[in-house]
């Protein structure tokens, strides 16, 4: 167990729709990432946030948005969702905001199918 | 972030050793070498990291070659539970994503 919680575990939804999903980091860790896997594309960065901030940004959608809040949890919001949403979609922290000497734990993922 | 090669795929024997290589010939002083691994239905999982020296954890011994150019992440006795994909990760400062290539997928025979 890494510490770091994701909801919901499964998300079934239609093209078209919009939904929201959450991540709590490690006690202590102010940094969150978002990474979306999938078959085609690997897994492949999509935004950190640092103590409410946004801090670096990947490959993210302009469909797609996130914020961190005060007590550091975090959401990406999906919206217009297409076919190609579908994907499990980790979070992970970290303590520092600039992780590249320390390490980054994952949650278990959200995966969601757009049907 | 430097590109890294791995091979597409590995077979060990269970209580052997495994050595998984990883080649980054275009790495710069400041890069650090991260080996992450990805268990079927899971989330990534860090294994360990170095900059120059080797490094040893609970888990495995990172081997970084003098130059650099490549690295060797050991699994002193692979396990069924050690089944996975293995990740090579350059990490330059600065940047703070965390670019994840096809990897290695590590089977293990019983």
């Known amino acids: 167990d890494s510490g770091v919680t994701q909801t919901p575990k499964h998300l079934i939804t239609a093209t078209g729709q919009r939904v929201t999903l959450r991540c709590s980091p490690r006690?202590?860790?102010?940094?969150v990432y978002w990474y979306q896997q999938s078959l085609d594309q690997g897994l492949q960065f999509l935004i950190q946030?640092?103590?409410?901030?946004?801090?670096a940004k990947g490959n993210i959608l302009e469909r797609f948005s996130a914020q961190q809040f005060p007590d550091l949890h975090s959401e990406l919001n999906l919206s217009s969702l297409e076919l190609g949403d579908s994907a499990l979609y980790f979070c992970?922290?970290?303590?520092?905001?600039?992780?590249?000497?320390?390490?980054?734990?994952f949650g278990p993922g959200t995966r969601l199918t757009v049907l | 972030d430097a590109k890294t090669t791995q091979p597409n795929s590995m077979e060990s024997n269970e209580e052997e050793p495994v050595h998984l290589p990883c080649n980054h010939s275009?790495?710069?002083?400041?890069?650090?070498i991260h080996w992450y691994r990805q268990l079927p239905s899971q989330g990534p999982e860090y294994v360990i990291h170095?900059?120059?020296s080797n490094v040893n954890n609970r888990m495995a011994s990172l081997a970084i070659a003098e130059d650099r150019k490549s690295s060797t992440l050991i699994l002193h006795r692979a396990t069924l539970r050690d089944a996975a994909v293995y990740y090579c990760?350059?990490?330059?400062?600065?940047?703070?994503?965390?670019?994840f290539g096809a990897g290695t997928r590590l089977t293990v025979k019983p």
């Open positions: 006690s202590g860790d102010l940094s």
């Open positions: 992970a922290s970290s303590v520092s905001p600039s992780g590249y000497y320390n390490e980054q734990f």
């Open positions: 275009t790495i710069s002083g400041t890069d650090y």
């Open positions: 170095g900059l120059t």
């Open positions: 946030y640092y103590n409410g901030e946004e801090r």
């Open positions: 990760i350059l990490r330059a400062p600065g940047n703070n994503d965390m670019r």
